[in-house]
Structures are given as C-alpha cells and as structure tokens.
Antibody, heavy 120, light 108 residues
C-alpha cells in the first residue's frame, strides 16, 4: 500500500535552514507522471501548498516562497527532500508531503505530517 | 493565483441532516480540477472528492460534489457523528495550487 512519512527537526532557530525528508513506499517516483508535493499548515490555519517535484525532475514552487525553497528527489531511496532557508517564526507549522498519483494532480495520499517550531 | 473562498466558516447541524458547503473561486477552475478534503483534529487531510464530483476510493456515497467554473458545492447527506471535521476545497488546475480557508462542520 502507499505510505509517506515526513522527518526532520522539530525545532529550528530563526534564520536557519530547514531540511525535511519525505520517505515513501508503494509507488515509484520514476513512474511516468508521478509527482510529490509539500504542503504546510500553521497551527489553527489553512493548508498552503509549497512545492512539487515530478517523475522527470520538473520542479514547481509557491510564488511567495520560491526564493527560499528547494525540492529534490532520490529515486533510488524513495525520498523527496525539501529545504527552506531563512526560517522565521511565521514558518511554524505542520509540514506534510503528499503524493499526486499519475496522471492526476490532486493529493491522493498524505503523510501524517511533521510539526516544526521556529523559535530562538 | 486562484483564491478559493469557502462558506460558511462554521456549520452546526444535527445528526441525519444534510450539509451544504460552498467553495467559490476568484477565476474559473480549469477542467473542474477541484478537490475536497476532510481533516480531523491531529490528522492529515483525507481526499474525499476530485474532479469536482468524483468520489475517492472508500468514500461513502453520502458525500457528493458538484459545480463547475467558479462555483462548487460539497454535500454531505444524512450526517453522522464522524463527519465532524474541517473541510477544505483545493484547485489543481493551475500552479500555484491553492486551498480554501476551510469550513468547520460541527454535529450537534
């Protein structure tokens, strides 16, 4: 079955860089038109899409955050990595990775999320 | 960027009643690429509806979606206690993908 799991630090200091890893199973990111996205949710607030990476290594980013985000994949390890630079307390949120199953672009499977707090 | 506005913000209904949740887009959603998700406290969102009206695998037929263009509706008939949650609409027709602010459904 399809599973995704996010991992990374629970606490990050302001101005630091956050690195999150999504480890998945049950599908391959080398499959034609398979995609994985990152989405975040501040406490008590709505969901916000951050970035997407495709089977062919195409990458797409949130307009407001594109200068701070980098998404990459390691197909052999079934992992997708998101880095976010210059972290700020407003970036405190639960970060989710989600699959966008080929050929669709909605989020059909989600990880359980990893909470990240930005504080000095 | 397409802005999605959901209404109402909170909906309080009784068991067995019908819930109607609205999602309005600031511009037309390409090919009705509109999804609905359910999120319970402490859990990840769960896909309910895609393509505006297609139910995801395992979703009961009490959940139905409709609409096109800029206006979309999620209907939950015969409310059950486990339907208490926040519901989000999301458009995936154009990047950046965007979500509505959510409708909180309370079951009295």
């Amino acid at each position: 079955q399809v599973t995704l799991r996010e991992s990374g630090p629970a606490l990050v200091r302001p101005t630091q860089t956050l690195t999150l890893t999504c480890t998945f199973s049950g599908f391959s990111l080398s499959t034609n038109r398979m995609r994985v996205s990152w989405i975040r949710q501040p406490p008590g607030k709505a969901l916000e899409w951050l970035a997407r990476i495709d089977w062919d290594d195409d990458k797409f980013y949130s307009t407001s955050l594109r200068t701070r985000l980098t998404i990459s994949k390691d197909t052999s390890k079934n992992q997708v990595v998101l880095t976010m630079t210059n972290m700020d307390p407003v970036d405190t949120a639960t970060y989710y990775c989600a699959r966008m199953g080929a050929p669709t672009q909605y989020f059909d499977y989600w990880g359980q999320g990893t909470p990240v707090t930005v504080s000095s | 960027e397409i802005v999605l506005t959901q209404s109402p913000g909170t909906l309080s209904l009784s068991l067995g009643e019908r819930a109607t949740l609205s999602c309005r887009a600031s511009q037309s959603v390409i090919s009705s690429y509109l999804a609905w998700y359910q999120q319970k406290p402490g859990q990840a969102p769960r896909l309910l509806i895609y393509g505006a009206s297609s139910r995801a695998t395992g979703i009961p037929d009490r959940f139905s979606g409709s609409g096109s263009g800029r206006n979309f509706i999620l209907t939950i008939s015969r409310l059950e206690p486990e339907d208490s949650a926040v519901y989000y609409c999301q458009q995936y027709g154009s990047i950046p993908y965007t979500f509505g602010q959510g409708t909180k459904l309370e079951i009295k």
